[in-house]
C-alpha cells in the first residue's frame, strides 16, 4: 500500500497520523473520545475523523484511506467483544485494532521487548517478552488502578473524613483537604458520592507536595502507591531483565519514588504512542507487499 | 392529641405504625423507598402511603392524622436542606423529621444515653451524652463505610484480582471469588464497574466463611473492619462508659470478633427503630398537652 496510518485513541481524544509506506510523517488528525468499549459508534466516528483530517493536513482526499494500512490503538479494545469486525467498517485498506498499551508499548521500546508502566487517573501494566504480550493490573477504579492518582486522591479525601470524626490526628495534607470543602465533611461525602476517578486524582498534587515536605500521611499515600508499582514492574520484568518505561501523568513523580535497584533498569520511552501505531503500520505494510 | 405515629424510612421501605397517645399500638403499614434527600416526593410518597395503610389496618379514616403526633426518622434527613419545610407538608397534626439513626438509637437504648453501631452494608455511628447526639462515620461507600459489608466485600474482590495478576499468593477466599467468576477477571473487574455497595456487601457471607476456618485473607479483612469498628465504638462510648449496641446484617459478625474488653459494654437492642420513632412520638404528645 501506498500508505500507513496510525491511530491513538483513548477516552477523551483520537489522535491520527498519516505517513508514506516508508514512514515519512504527512499529516496529523485528532477527533473526540474513541474508546470502542464504552460506546463503538462514537470510536468509529472519531477514527474516521481524525484520520479524514490527517488527510487533509497531508494535502490528500479521502480516497487515500483506501490505499492504506493502518493500525489503532483504542482504549477498550480489550473489552470489546469483535473488534477485528469493528476494524472491518472501516474506511482502511486494513486495519488491526490493537489495546492502546500495545502502541504505548511499542512507541516506548520500539519493535523490542520490554515492560511500560502507566501511571496517571488509572494504573495499568504491560510486558513484551519474546514478542509475548503480557497484562497486569488495569481492572478500574474499584477493584483495581492501586497506585493511581484516582485511588490515592480517594485514600486522602478518607483520611481526611477519619480525621474529622477524631479516629486519626488532624495533619496538613487532612486540614488542607478539609479547608477545600469548608470544613465540611457533609460536602466531602457528597463529592466523593458523584466523584469520577479524575475527580480524585485532583487531589493528587497537594498529595505530592505534602510528601516533598515530609508530612507522613502523606508519604504513607506515596510509599502504598509505590510498594504497588514496583511489584509490578519487578514481576513484569524479571526483577529488572528487561527495560522498564514509565508513561503516564504521575510518571516522573514516581520516577522520584521507586527503589534505587528498580530505577536503574527504567529508560526514557524511545516515542509516544501514535508513533508506535504507526511503526507497527509501516512494519506490518512491509510484511504484507 | 389523640394518636401517635411512628415512621422508619429507609433507602428501600417505609414502615409507620400508629398507636393510642398512651402508647398501645393501633396499626401498621408499609411503603417504598423514604430516602428525603435522594428523592424527597418519592419520599412525602411513600410516608403517606405507609401512614394511611396505618390507619387502615387500624380501623380509622385517614382523618384520624390530622389528630396524630409523629416522628419520622428519615434516611437522608442529615443532608436535606429544610426538614422542617417538608414536616410541613405531611398530613399530621404536628411531625418532627430526624434522621434514621435518631430512631435507631431510641429503640436501641429509650430515653437514655448509649451508643449505637449500624454496621450492614454500610456504616455508621452515633452516641447520645447527656441529652446530645454525636454522629460518627456514614460518609457512603466512596471515602467512608470503614468496616461494612460493602468495603470488606470490594476489598475481598481486589485482592481476588492481585492474585490473580500474580502479585498475592492464591487463597481459598480468591480462588473461591474468581470462581464465581469463571477464573475471568474481566468479568470481574465489569462487575466491579457497575456494582453498588450491597452487590459488594454480597461477597460477605463467603468472607466470613473463611474467616471461620482460619483462612489468612479472610482474617485479615475482618481484622481491617474490627479496628475501625472498634476505634469508632471506643471513641463514642468514653471506653465503655456509655452501653453500647450494635444494628444492621453485620452484627452478629462483630458481636463475636470484637475484643473482650469491647464486648463486655455491648447490650442488647431494646427494640426497633420503628418503636424508637413512637416512643419519641409519645414523650413529644405528652409534653406539649
Redesign the interface.
Known amino acids: 500500500m501506498d500508505y500507513i496510518l496510525g491511530v491513538d485513541g483513548g477516552g477523551t481524544t483520537c489522535r491520527a497520523a498519516i505517513a508514506t509506506a516508508d514512514g515519512r510523517l504527512l499529516g496529523r488528525g485528532t477527533a473526540g473520545p474513541a474508546n470502542i468499549y464504552s460506546d463503538p459508534a462514537q470510536s468509529v466516528k472519531s477514527i474516521s475523523f481524525a484520520a479524514n483530517e490527517a488527510c487533509k493536513d497531508a494535502g490528500l482526499t479521502e480516497e487515500a484511506l483506501q490505499q492504506t494500512v493502518a493500525v489503532l490503538g483504542l482504549a477498550g479494545a480489550?473489552?470489546h467483544h469483535d473488534p477485528e469486525g469493528l476494524a472491518q467498517t472501516l474506511p482502511f485498506a486494513s486495519a488491526q485494532i490493537v489495546t492502546d498499551t500495545v502502541i504505548a508499548l511499542e512507541g516506548a521500546h520500539g519493535a523490542g521487548d520490554g515492560v511500560i508502566g502507566i501511571v496517571g487517573t488509572g494504573s495499568n501494566f504491560m510486558a513484551r517478552k519474546g514478542g509475548q504480550h503480557y497484562y497486569?493490573?488495569g481492572?478500574?477504579f474499584?477493584?483495581?488502578d492501586?497506585g493511581s492518582g484516582a485511588k490515592m486522591g480517594?485514600r486522602a479525601?478518607?483520611e481526611?473524613?477519619?480525621a474529622h470524626?477524631?479516629?486519626r490526628r488532624l495533619c496538613p495534607l487532612t486540614e488542607h483537604i478539609l479547608r477545600q470543602f469548608d470544613d465540611d465533611?457533609?460536602k466531602?461525602?457528597?463529592f466523593?458520592?458523584s466523584?469520577k476517578p479524575k475527580d480524585f486524582a485532583e487531589f493528587m498534587p497537594i498529595i505530592l507536595i505534602y510528601a516533598q515536605q515530609q508530612s507522613s500521611l502523606a508519604l504513607d499515600i506515596v510509599e502504598e502507591g509505590t510498594t504497588?508499582v514496583a511489584?509490578?514492574l519487578r514481576?513484569l520484568s524479571d526483577d529488572g531483565k528487561l527495560p522498564i518505561a514509565l508513561l503516564g501523568g504521575l510518571s516522573q513523580a514516581y520516577d522520584a519514588f521507586l527503589p534505587p535497584d528498580l530505577k536503574q533498569f527504567i529508560v526514557p520511552a524511545k516515542s509516544d504512542a501514535l508513533h508506535g501505531a504507526l511503526a507497527m503500520a509501516e512494519r506490518q505494510n512491509a510484511s504484507n507487499p
Open positions: 480489550n473489552a497486569l493490573g481492572w478500574g474499584h477493584c483495581g492501586q480517594e479525601l478518607e481526611a473524613l477519619l470524626d477524631g479516629l465533611p457533609r466531602l461525602s457528597e466523593a458520592r466523584a504497588y511489584s509490578a514481576l
